[in-house]
Protein backbone atom coordinates (compact mmCIF):
# COMPACT_ATOMS: atom_id res chain seq x y z
CA UNK A 1 0.00 0.00 0.00
CA UNK A 2 0.84 3.65 -1.00
CA UNK A 3 -0.16 6.33 1.55
CA UNK A 4 0.80 10.24 1.16
CA UNK A 5 0.29 12.15 4.11
CA UNK A 6 0.21 16.09 4.18
CA UNK A 7 3.27 16.02 0.94
CA UNK A 8 4.59 19.53 -0.01
CA UNK A 9 7.26 20.47 -2.23
CA UNK A 10 8.13 24.16 -3.26
CA UNK A 11 10.16 25.73 -5.60
CA UNK A 12 11.39 29.41 -5.77
CA UNK A 13 10.63 30.72 -9.10
CA UNK A 14 12.52 34.65 -9.89
CA UNK A 15 12.03 35.49 -6.22
CA UNK A 16 8.21 33.79 -5.62
CA UNK A 17 7.42 30.68 -4.35
CA UNK A 18 5.46 28.33 -6.55
CA UNK A 19 3.65 25.21 -4.46
CA UNK A 20 4.18 22.41 -7.21
CA UNK A 21 2.41 19.72 -4.48
CA UNK A 22 0.54 21.19 -2.03
CA UNK A 23 -0.23 19.46 1.30
CA UNK A 24 -1.70 16.44 -0.84
CA UNK A 25 -2.68 13.11 1.66
CA UNK A 26 -4.38 10.12 -0.59
CA UNK A 27 -4.11 6.31 -0.70
CA UNK A 28 -3.32 3.89 -2.93
CA UNK A 29 -4.43 -0.02 -2.17
CA UNK A 30 -1.73 -2.92 -3.04
CA UNK A 31 -3.28 -3.95 -7.07
CA UNK A 32 -4.57 -1.22 -7.60
CA UNK A 33 -4.46 0.90 -10.72
CA UNK A 34 -4.59 4.80 -10.27
CA UNK A 35 -4.88 7.54 -12.78
CA UNK A 36 -3.53 11.16 -12.15
CA UNK A 37 -4.88 13.62 -14.85
CA UNK A 38 -4.48 17.32 -15.12
CA UNK A 39 -3.09 19.89 -17.09
CA UNK A 40 0.86 20.12 -18.21
CA UNK A 41 2.42 22.10 -14.87
CA UNK A 42 0.01 21.18 -12.30
CA UNK A 43 2.23 19.15 -10.50
CA UNK A 44 1.48 15.30 -11.72
CA UNK A 45 5.08 14.45 -12.18
CA UNK A 46 6.59 16.36 -8.96
CA UNK A 47 4.54 13.97 -7.45
CA UNK A 48 5.65 10.61 -8.78
CA UNK A 49 8.94 11.86 -8.34
CA UNK A 50 8.42 12.18 -4.46
CA UNK A 51 6.66 9.26 -4.17
CA UNK A 52 9.70 7.16 -6.28
CA UNK A 53 12.27 8.79 -4.29
CA UNK A 54 14.03 10.69 -6.35
CA UNK A 55 12.63 14.13 -5.35
CA UNK A 56 12.60 15.06 -1.31
CA UNK A 57 9.83 16.58 0.02
CA UNK A 58 9.61 19.84 1.74
CA UNK A 59 6.98 18.33 4.27
CA UNK A 60 4.60 15.47 4.86
CA UNK A 61 5.43 11.68 4.81
CA UNK A 62 5.31 8.89 1.88
CA UNK A 63 4.91 5.79 3.34
CA UNK A 64 5.16 2.31 1.25
CA UNK A 65 3.89 -0.73 2.74
CA UNK A 66 4.01 1.11 6.44
CA UNK A 67 7.69 2.50 5.76
CA UNK A 68 8.65 6.34 5.94
CA UNK A 69 10.62 6.47 2.59
CA UNK A 70 12.25 9.51 3.46
CA UNK A 71 13.41 7.99 6.70
CA UNK A 72 16.02 6.13 4.99
CA UNK A 73 19.70 7.08 3.88
CA UNK A 74 20.60 6.97 0.11
CA UNK A 75 22.07 3.21 0.14
CA UNK A 76 18.81 2.24 1.62
CA UNK A 77 16.30 3.88 -0.23
CA UNK A 78 18.18 3.31 -3.13
CA UNK A 79 18.29 -0.31 -2.86
CA UNK A 80 14.51 -0.03 -1.46
CA UNK A 81 13.50 2.03 -4.99
CA UNK A 82 15.18 -0.73 -7.09
CA UNK A 83 13.85 -3.72 -5.41
CA UNK A 84 10.55 -2.37 -5.11
CA UNK A 85 9.19 0.43 -7.69
CA UNK A 86 9.72 0.74 -10.94
CA UNK A 87 9.21 4.30 -13.34
CA UNK A 88 7.77 4.37 -16.95
CA UNK A 89 8.87 7.84 -17.95
CA UNK A 90 7.29 10.22 -20.38
CA UNK A 91 10.43 9.90 -22.86
CA UNK A 92 11.91 6.31 -23.30
CA UNK A 93 15.13 6.97 -22.01
CA UNK A 94 16.98 3.79 -23.84
CA UNK A 95 21.07 3.80 -23.66
CA UNK A 96 21.78 3.81 -27.28
CA UNK A 97 24.79 1.78 -26.75
CA UNK A 98 22.58 -1.29 -25.74
CA UNK A 99 20.32 -3.28 -27.59
CA UNK A 100 16.65 -3.95 -26.54
CA UNK A 101 17.52 -7.20 -24.99
CA UNK A 102 20.46 -5.42 -23.13
CA UNK A 103 18.10 -2.18 -22.21
CA UNK A 104 15.65 -4.20 -20.94
CA UNK A 105 18.36 -6.22 -18.71
CA UNK A 106 20.21 -2.93 -17.23
CA UNK A 107 18.30 -2.66 -13.83
CA UNK A 108 19.17 -6.13 -12.77
CA UNK A 109 22.74 -4.94 -12.70
CA UNK A 110 22.45 -3.61 -9.50
CA UNK A 111 20.30 -6.06 -7.60
CA UNK A 112 22.98 -8.83 -7.65
CA UNK A 113 20.24 -11.22 -8.86
CA UNK A 114 21.11 -14.41 -10.08
CA UNK A 115 17.75 -16.41 -11.79
CA UNK A 116 17.61 -16.63 -15.28
CA UNK A 117 17.36 -12.93 -16.30
CA UNK A 118 17.80 -13.17 -19.78
CA UNK A 119 14.87 -15.13 -20.12
CA UNK A 120 13.35 -13.17 -18.31
CA UNK A 121 13.69 -10.36 -20.26
CA UNK A 122 13.28 -12.45 -23.58
CA UNK A 123 9.64 -12.84 -22.22
CA UNK A 124 9.10 -9.49 -21.68
CA UNK A 125 10.14 -8.47 -24.91
CA UNK A 126 7.81 -10.59 -26.46
CA UNK A 127 5.13 -9.85 -23.89
CA UNK A 128 5.36 -6.23 -25.51
CA UNK A 129 5.34 -7.56 -29.29
CA UNK A 130 8.91 -6.95 -30.26
CA UNK A 131 10.84 -10.25 -29.75
CA UNK A 132 12.17 -9.81 -33.30
CA UNK A 133 13.91 -6.31 -32.37
CA UNK A 134 15.75 -7.94 -29.15
CA UNK A 135 19.36 -7.43 -30.89
CA UNK A 136 18.23 -3.89 -32.38
CA UNK A 137 19.54 -0.78 -30.82
CA UNK A 138 17.90 2.36 -29.91
CA UNK A 139 18.52 4.25 -32.85
CA UNK A 140 17.18 1.44 -35.03
CA UNK A 141 14.03 1.63 -33.56
CA UNK A 142 10.89 3.96 -33.90
CA UNK A 143 9.38 6.33 -31.05
CA UNK A 144 6.60 3.61 -30.39
CA UNK A 145 8.98 0.72 -30.58
CA UNK A 146 11.70 2.54 -27.88
CA UNK A 147 8.64 2.99 -25.72
CA UNK A 148 7.34 -0.14 -25.54
CA UNK A 149 11.05 -1.63 -24.52
CA UNK A 150 10.73 0.97 -21.86
CA UNK A 151 7.88 -0.87 -20.61
CA UNK A 152 9.23 -4.19 -20.69
CA UNK A 153 11.94 -2.85 -19.00
CA UNK A 154 9.68 -1.79 -15.45
CA UNK A 155 9.08 -5.25 -15.13
CA UNK A 156 12.22 -7.23 -15.27
CA UNK A 157 12.74 -6.89 -11.55
CA UNK A 158 9.10 -7.91 -10.65
CA UNK A 159 8.34 -4.47 -9.04
CA UNK A 160 5.09 -3.89 -6.86
CA UNK A 161 4.79 -0.57 -7.55
CA UNK A 162 4.65 0.80 -11.44
CA UNK A 163 4.85 4.53 -11.24
CA UNK A 164 4.22 5.80 -15.07
CA UNK A 165 4.09 9.66 -17.02
CA UNK A 166 2.46 9.56 -20.06
CA UNK A 167 3.22 5.81 -20.21
CA UNK A 168 1.92 5.57 -23.91
CA UNK A 169 2.63 8.53 -25.25
CA UNK A 170 4.25 7.46 -28.70
CA UNK A 171 1.84 3.95 -29.02
CA UNK A 172 -0.38 4.06 -31.81
CA UNK A 173 -4.19 3.04 -30.98
CA UNK A 174 -4.26 -0.47 -31.14
CA UNK A 175 -1.02 -0.80 -28.87
CA UNK A 176 -2.05 1.40 -26.45
CA UNK A 177 -4.83 -0.58 -25.66
CA UNK A 178 -2.45 -3.96 -25.44
CA UNK A 179 -0.40 -2.07 -23.13
CA UNK A 180 -3.45 -0.95 -21.24
CA UNK A 181 -4.30 -4.19 -20.91
CA UNK A 182 -0.94 -5.27 -19.86
CA UNK A 183 -1.13 -2.86 -16.61
CA UNK A 184 -4.61 -4.44 -15.92
CA UNK A 185 -3.58 -7.85 -15.79
CA UNK A 186 -0.87 -7.16 -13.93
CA UNK A 187 -2.29 -5.43 -11.58
CA UNK A 188 -5.32 -7.99 -11.26
CA UNK A 189 -3.60 -11.06 -11.67
CA UNK A 190 -0.20 -9.78 -9.91
CA UNK A 191 -1.04 -7.23 -7.56
CA UNK A 192 1.15 -4.59 -8.94
CA UNK A 193 0.37 -1.40 -8.29
CA UNK A 194 0.12 0.75 -10.63
CA UNK A 195 0.04 4.88 -10.80
CA UNK A 196 -0.43 6.40 -13.66
CA UNK A 197 -0.14 10.23 -14.86
CA UNK A 198 -2.05 10.57 -18.28
CA UNK A 199 -3.30 13.37 -20.50
CA UNK A 200 -5.39 10.51 -22.28
CA UNK A 201 -8.90 10.80 -20.84
CA UNK A 202 -9.50 6.84 -22.26
CA UNK A 203 -6.35 5.45 -20.10
CA UNK A 204 -7.57 7.39 -17.29
CA UNK A 205 -11.21 5.81 -17.85
CA UNK A 206 -9.90 2.40 -17.61
CA UNK A 207 -8.54 3.03 -14.16
CA UNK A 208 -10.13 1.66 -11.02
CA UNK A 209 -9.98 5.09 -9.83
CA UNK A 210 -9.17 7.99 -11.13
CA UNK A 211 -7.74 11.37 -8.81
CA UNK A 212 -7.00 14.99 -10.71
CA UNK A 213 -4.58 17.62 -10.12
CA UNK A 214 -4.95 21.42 -10.40
CA UNK A 215 -1.84 23.96 -9.14
CA UNK A 216 -0.69 21.47 -6.70
CA UNK A 217 -3.56 19.98 -5.21
CA UNK A 218 -5.22 16.37 -5.67
CA UNK A 219 -8.46 15.74 -5.53
CA UNK A 220 -11.40 12.92 -6.22
CA UNK A 221 -12.37 12.90 -9.89
Request: charged letters at 25%.
Amino acid sequence: MIEIKNLSKNYAIDGQIFKAVDDVSFSVKTGEMVSIVGHSGSGKTTLLSLIGGLTKPDSGQILIDDINIWSMDDAALSKFRNNKISFIYQFASLIPTLTALENIMLPTAFGGRTDDIRGHAEGLISLVGLREKSGAYPSHLSGGQQRRVAIARAFINSPDIILADEPTGDLDEETEDEIIRLFQDMSEKKKVTFLIVTHNKEIAAQSRRQLSMSNGVLSEK
